[in-house]
């Protein structure tokens, strides 16, 4: 069974940075796509960032573009967002998502394990 487990999450400040951790473990292919959601009080969970199996493509939403980095240790078997910049609106769970296939895509649909959420609150 795939586990997956964010970490990383606090308040911080407007400008600060935080990188968020999601650590993979169960019944996964290192292969398979992954991404970070998204979901700020009284919103629909939105796509953030995504990254492909073999970590060369990447795609990210377009408020966070320049400001966000998603990585991927193969080692660890551990996702990351690096989050620089923050600002009052980043504030949410955000959630990282495992798919079966090993492409980088931005509907949550496709995603079919998820992680429980880490909140990050920025203040202005």
């Known amino acids: 069974q795939v586990r997956l487990v964010e970490s990383g999450g606090g308040l911080v400040q407007a400008g600060d940075s935080l990188r968020l951790s999601c650590a993979v473990s169960g019944l996964i292919n290192s292969g398979d796509g992954m991404a970070w959601f998204r979901q700020a009080p009284g919103k629909e969970r939105e796509f953030v960032a995504c990254?492909?199996?073999?970590?060369?493509?990447?795609g990210y939403t377009d408020s966070v573009k320049g400001r966000f980095t998603i990585s991927r240790d193969y080692t660890r078997s551990t996702l990351y967002l690096q989050m620089n910049s923050l600002k009052p609106d980043d504030t949410a769970i955000y959630y990282c998502?495992?798919?079966?296939?090993?492409?980088?895509?931005?509907?949550?649909?496709?995603?079919?394990?998820w992680g429980q959420g880490t909140q990050v609150t920025v203040s202005s």
């Open positions: 990254i492909s199996g073999t970590g060369r493509n990447t």
């Open positions: 998502a495992a798919q079966r296939a090993s492409a980088c895509l931005a509907s949550e649909w496709v995603y079919n394990s």
